[in-house]
């Protein structure tokens, strides 16, 4: 997950999803703060990495599916936010966030994981 980047963006959070799944089968996630951009997902790179549209998107409140792809096959999303009060606004600094809320700054999150997705 380390050697996936956003070009123009700044990595600031590392997770693994604390979500229902068996802990092997759990995404890992990256938050990227940068520029907005129509465009983000073309900006996400990796070695092995391969990003285009989604054929959907699965519709959550906070956030909007910009890409789906593959790497070392396992699945990635990657997600913008698109709210003012995410959910998980406490990953970002209170200066990423008031730019955020102010639509100068771009949230993305970059998920990998190798399960259902």
Same mark, same amino acid.
């Given at each position: 997950?380390?050697?996936?980047?956003?070009?123009?963006?700044? *990595? %600031?959070?590392?997770?693994?999803?604390?979500?229902? =799944? $068996? !802990?092997?089968?759990? #995404?890992?996630?990256?938050?990227?703060?940068?520029?907005?951009?129509?465009?983000?997902?073309? *900006? %996400?790179?990796?070695?092995?990495?391969?990003?285009? =549209? $989604? !054929?959907?998107?699965? #519709?959550?409140?906070?956030?909007?599916?910009?890409?789906?792809?593959?790497?070392?096959?396992?699945? %990635?999303?990657?997600?913008?936010?698109?709210?003012?009060? $995410?959910?998980?606004?406490?990953?970002?600094?209170?200066?990423?966030?008031?730019?955020?809320?102010?639509?100068?700054?771009?949230?993305?999150?970059?998920?990998?994981?190798?399960?259902?997705?």
């Amino acid at each position: 997950m380390s050697q996936i980047s956003v070009r123009g963006y700044e *990595r %600031v959070h590392d997770y693994v999803d604390p979500g229902t =799944a $068996p !802990a092997e089968e759990r #995404a890992a996630v990256a938050i990227f703060a940068g520029p907005p951009d129509d465009n983000a997902v073309a *900006r %996400v790179s990796g070695p092995g990495l391969v990003v285009g =549209a $989604p !054929a959907t998107d699965p #519709a959550f409140p906070d956030s909007e599916m910009i890409g789906y792809g593959s790497w070392h096959d396992c699945f %990635v999303h990657v997600d913008r936010w698109k709210t003012s009060d $995410p959910p998980m606004s406490y990953q970002l600094t209170t200066e990423h966030l008031t730019a955020f809320r102010a639509g100068r700054l771009s949230v993305l999150s970059i998920a990998v994981g190798c399960g259902g997705g």
